[in-house]
């Protein structure tokens, strides 16, 4: 079992920025895909950013060359650098880890964008 606790939400105004925290438990952290996904009201829940075991990471569209995602395997953590936030960028964001077809889910964490 992992257990993923997300920290680092909050409330920016628009162009701001804000740094999203993932730790997670266990001895194996190194071998998941991480990624970032987010909620918006009344939307489903979308893929933000994902970085591979080897650090390749994908982005979807509407935050590529705003939003940065990495991980440091030492302490068990993935960070998800947003830069350049929009009110669109408004949502609750999940980390998200998966090996092996274990799927694991933080329980959020709320980003609001307004001025």
């Known amino acids: 079992q992992v257990q993923l606790v997300e920290s680092g939400g909050g409330l920016v105004q628009p162009g701001g920025s804000l740094r999203l925290s993932c730790a997670a438990s266990?001895?194996?952290?190194?071998?998941?895909?991480m990624g970032w996904y987010r909620q918006a009201p009344g939307k489903q829940r979308e893929l933000v950013a994902a970085?591979?075991?080897?650090?390749?990471?994908n982005y979807a569209d509407s935050v590529k060359g705003r939003f940065t995602i990495s991980r440091d395997n030492a302490k068990n953590t993935v960070y998800l650098q947003m830069n350049s936030l929009k009110p669109e960028d408004t949502a609750v964001y999940y980390c998200n880890g998966g090996l092996g077809g274990h799927d694991y889910w933080g329980q959020g964490t709320q980003v609001t964008v307004s001025s």
């Open positions: 266990g001895s194996i952290f190194r071998f998941y895909v």
């Open positions: 970085i591979t075991s080897g650090g390749s990471t």
